[in-house]
Structures are given as C-alpha cells and as structure tokens.
C-alpha cells in the first residue's frame, strides 16, 4: 500500500497516490474554486471539455487523413501501397506508446497529460505541412497517430468515465453522437473545402494551430481528476452509496465497482473477445475509409461525393451512439458487439455495389451504424467491466490492439488494389472475420473476479 508524503518539504502526492485504500481520515477532499463554484455538478464541464478533446483527436483519424491521400501520392510522388505501408507502420509505432501513456494517465492524472499530448499532437500535424518524401511522410504518420487517434482519444475518454458510473453508457452516448456531428461530419468536409484554397500544406498546418491555441489550454483549465478527490462522487450523486475507490473524511457516494489490474484483466477471455471485435472493426473501417477516394473513383463516383458520404456517415454514426448508449446501461454488451461486427461484414459486401449516390448513401448509413455501435462499446465497456482505479492502464492496454488494427486495414486494402486490380477480393475475405467474431461475441459474458 502507497502511502501519502507527510513531510510538508516534500512535492503534493499524485492523483494515483491519493487514489490508493489509505485510512478515512488521511486524504480530506481537496479545494478547488473551479469545481466547487460550479453551478451545475461539475461532471457536465467535463462531459464537454471530454467531447472536445475526443473531436480534436481528427487530424489524427483515418476519416481525415484519407482527404490527404491522393495529395501524398500525386504530391510526393508515392505508389498507393507505398503510402498505406507507411501508415501501417506508423499507426503500429506509435501504438507501442500507448500502454505508457496510459499508465502516465493513472500517475500523473488527466490534466498535465491532455496538455502534453495536446501540444505535441498540435506540433505533428504543423511538421506534416513540411514532409517532403516518404520517410518525413512515415514519421508524420507515426506522430499524429500516436498522439492524436491514439493518446488524445485515450485521456479524452478516460476523463468522462471518472465522472460518471452509473449514467456512463447515456453520457458517452452523447459524447459519441457529438464527436459524430462534429468530427466525422464536419472535419472532412473542412478538409475537402480549405485544401483548394490553401494547399494542404496549409491545410494542416492549420488544424496543428487549433491544437496548440484551442485543445492545450481548454484541456489544462477544465480538465479535472476523479470527483471523489473533491468530495463529490460519479453522476452527481446524493445518496450515500459504498465507495470502492477511496476512503476519505468525507462521506463517498461511489456505486460500488470491482476494480481489476491489468495483470487480472489480461487473463481474462472477455478483455480478448471484445478487443478482437473492436479491433475487426477498426482494421476493416479504416481501410474503408482511407481509401474512401478510390474506392468511390473504381465505381465512378466523384471525389465530392465520396466526401458528401461523410454527412450521412456522421449523422448516423451519431444517432447510434446515442441510441447505444441508452442500451449499453440496458442491455448485455454482447449484443451490440456482435451487431456491429455484422454490420461490418454487410458493409464490405456492399462496396463492389455502390452505382449510384443513394446507394453510396445507404453504405454511408451502414458504414456509421458500425462506427457508431464499436465506439460506444468501445468507450463505456472497460470501465463497465473492469473498475475506474486502473483505468488508463486497461485501456493503454487495450488501445494498442485496437489501433494495430487500424494499421493493417490500410494496407490490405491498398496492396490488395494495386496487386489484383481491383478492391473486390478484398472486400469479400474480410467479410468472413466480422462475420465470425460477431457469432463468437454473443457469447462473451462480464468476467468476475474468482476471490468476489
């Protein structure tokens, strides 16, 4: 058991150290005038500044990338499969920092960590309207992949599930429909309409400064530890409920969770049937994506078009968050896992199909059902399942794998295109997998501890 500094000489303990079964009467609520003067529980700023990260993690996101790809290719002068190679191994290294960072999340807490990443995540996508040849071009990738779909998305999310517990699965719901509208909506077609008048240089040179001006200092101001550090509990709760966090001179009110360590979790078949499923989707959605381009010009189908798809992408990928949220705290997890896979699966067949704008429409709508339900799964089912106090380590944990997935899908598909000519044999022998994890997540059920 850690145990507090008491030497008044010596550095504050951090939130990871306050956070440990110390007595009741060692750990006395912190004061904090932003959160105390808050007018309404203070869970709903962080609801908010935790949106707000999750949608700046865009630059960094497939979905906006994708508006950049021709323009490395004709620009750079690279093969298509060369450009996807390099995003494959920058997804995947950048992905070996994630389990640090998210035990740097569990030391050194959410605040100081959304301002490094947030800074250093502005700085990439600066350098990106600088690359000049393949290898600046595959360290671009390393860094905006790393700090922004990986690290920004972890410490983003994190924050929002210590705030709530027992209205998780609506709040990240909301977060998800958000993130939906005004990431997925509207960053690509951002993208899509700066790059004709500014280069795409320019481009993202200013999405990095939105970074540096707007993410790094919200996210230091308002970003904030677990509630019970500051006599408050999880969902604004009154009634005195049993903590299993922390013991403090205050009264807790904390639902009771069980709360497992990463080396409990990794024994677990659930933590791999669900990072497996999750992951399935984000290798085969993310190829889809990143080629969205080319994919839409081998059915005929403009550039425009293939960025018009976003909208409807978006719009569902945001109702069904909110829907899934709502029957994430309803329903068994499994359900919506395996739905998601199948939409997957329905979504690759679909491809070789899209002939027309309102058949890439309904694609759009399938491709953002199966966005919408993988992310709030995603989102809300390692806090359901395995605790709040090692949180940022799980998901360090469980982020890598997902986003190795992201890697691969890229380059499957790309290889696979310029080898056979077309995206068509691709398409249907990736549609075997979800297919078959789908049939294997209805039957994962909530582990529990052997010891109770």
Not at 392 to 400: D, E, K, V
Request: hydrophobic residues 50%; charged residues 10%.
């Amino acid at each position: 058991m850690s145990k507090i500094r008491e030497h008044p000489s010596q550095a504050a303990p951090s939130p990871a150290e306050i956070t440990e079964n110390v007595p009741a009467t060692a750990v006395p609520p912190q004061t904090d005038p932003l959160v105390q003067k808050s007018p309404i529980f203070y869970g709903w700023i962080i609801f908010a500044v935790g949106t707000i990260g999750l949608t700046m993690t865009s630059p960094g996101q497939t979905y906006a990338v994708s508006i950049f790809i021709e323009h490395f290719i004709h620009d750079l002068s690279l093969s298509r499969s060369l450009v996807s190679s390099l995003y494959t191994v920058g997804t995947l290294t950048g992905s070996f920092a994630l389990p640090f960072i998210g035990r740097q999340i569990d030391q050194r807490g959410h605040r100081l960590m959304v301002l490094l990443i947030s800074v250093g995540f502005g700085l990439a996508c600066i350098y990106m309207g600088f690359v000049q040849n393949a290898i600046m071009l595959g360290l671009g990738f390393v860094a905006i992949r790393m700090l922004g779909q990986g690290s920004l998305s972890v410490v983003s999310q994190n924050v929002i599930n210590q705030w709530w517990v027992r209205r998780r699965g609506m709040i990240m719901g909301l977060a998800g429909l958000l993130f939906a509208l005004l990431g997925l909506g509207l960053f690509p077609n951002l993208i899509n309409w700066l790059i004709p008048i500014y280069s795409w240089r320019t481009t993202y040179m200013i999405l990095g400064g939105i970074l540096l001006l707007f993410m790094a200092p919200v996210g230091a101001i308002f970003f904030r530890e677990r509630p019970e550090l500051y006599g408050l509990q999880p969902d604004g709760l009154a009634e005195p409920v049993k903590d299993s966090l922390v013991e403090t001179a205050v009264p807790t009110l904390t639902p009771s969770e069980e709360n497992w360590t990463v080396s409990e979790v990794i024994r677990t078949g659930a933590f791999w049937n669900i990072s497996l499923g999750i992951a399935s989707i984000a290798m085969l959605s993310t190829g889809l994506f990143f080629h969205m381009i080319s994919i839409f010009d081998d059915n005929q189908l403009s550039a425009d078009v293939a960025a018009s798809v976003y909208v409807p992408i978006a719009v569902t990928t945001a109702l069904v968050n909110l829907v899934g949220g709502y029957l994430m705290d309803r329903v068994a997890p499994r359900f919506l896992l395996a739905t998601a896979l199948l939409l997957q699966a329905i979504c690759l067949v679909m491809v070789p199909y899209l002939s027309t704008v309102e058949i890439a429409f309904l694609y759009g709508m399938v491709l953002g059902g199966t966005s919408g339900l993988s992310r709030i799964v995603g989102s809300v089912i390692w806090a359901t399942y395995f605790g709040r106090r090692h949180l940022g380590s799980i998901t360090g944990l469980a982020t890598p794998i997902g986003v190795a997935g992201t890697a691969f899908g890229p380059l499957i598909f790309g290889v696979g295109r310029d080898t056979m000519g077309s995206y068509n044999t691709v398409l249907f022998v990736s549609a075997i997998m979800p297919f078959l994890l789908g049939i294997a997540a209805l039957f994962l059920t909530k582990p529990q501890k052997q010891n109770g």
